[in-house]
């Protein structure tokens, strides 16, 4: 089950005294990277991986972020066949996309399927960075693509739960293309008077946010995500300028107007429910 999948993804603190790691079993605690306070994964894990001491949002896998928000058991995944190839024979590209496969479970960089949120159908994807740091090559273009098809054929709402470091360096050009395939499939659901929320976490960055990522109805973030096309040295590099300190971050975009909102991850659930019950008509407020 997917709750069993959850509850065997942890991250491993580090611990500096040598003692230390021989009395606390790996996995156990684990160690915040932004305040450095220590606590016990499993109460991370109920917690939904948001530090108890400073509210940093840790990256989620997709398995997790699935079992987090959705209604337990309601997931049916789709298109888990596809398989990435070596079109520009790569070297090495094969050997670390089978690493990533045994290490996530998934078979690329996106998790796609049907859920229910409080009983309601979504088609949801949800990206993970885990995995070839969430990068978009052919499969996960294809495998968005199909599953916003799916969403328009089943007039349901679509959610795409971003994180990435952008397209694909070793599928070149076939990576870009799908920049404009994901981008065309969801016109086509939003010609049906179909809703689409994009949901940007920790990265979104690259060809993702130039893309799918940031033309939904409603376009939401996680607190403190990484959001922008270009790193910030590049483009202090070209503008000759330095940037603010918060740049490329979600409340910067957000008071920029490129987000509707940032919602901590806490109350994601409630307001994506919310957001669907007013496109519906299905609550009054």
Known sequence: MIRD???????????PSKQAKEDVPEGIMTKCPKCKAIEMTTELLKNGKVCSKCDYHYTMTAY?????????????SVDDHLKTENPLGFPGYMEKVKVDQEATGLNEAVLTGIAQLEGRRIAVAIMDSHFRMGSMGSVVGEK?????????????????????GGAR????????????????????HSSKGLLYVSIMTYPTTGGVSASFASVGDINLAEPQALIG????????????????????????LLDCGQLDAVIHRHDLRERLALIVDLHTGGTDV
Do not use: C, H, W
């Open 5 to 15: 999948l959850f509850k065997k993804k942890k991250q491993a603190v580090t611990i």
């Open 64 to 76: 997790e972020r699935m079992d987090y928000l959705f209604d337990e058991g309601s997931f049916i």
């Open 144 to 164: 968005l693509t199909r599953l916003i098809e799916l969403g328009t054929k089943e007039e349901i709402p679509v959610f795409i739960f971003a994180a990435s």
């Open 169 to 188: 360096m070793q599928e070149g050009i076939l990576s870009l293309m799908q920049m404009a395939k994901t981008s065309v499939a969801l016109q086509r």
């Open 229 to 252: 096309f270009a790193g910030r040295r590049v483009i202090e590099q070209t503008v000759r300028e330095k940037l603010p300190e918060n740049f490329q971050t979600a409340e910067f």
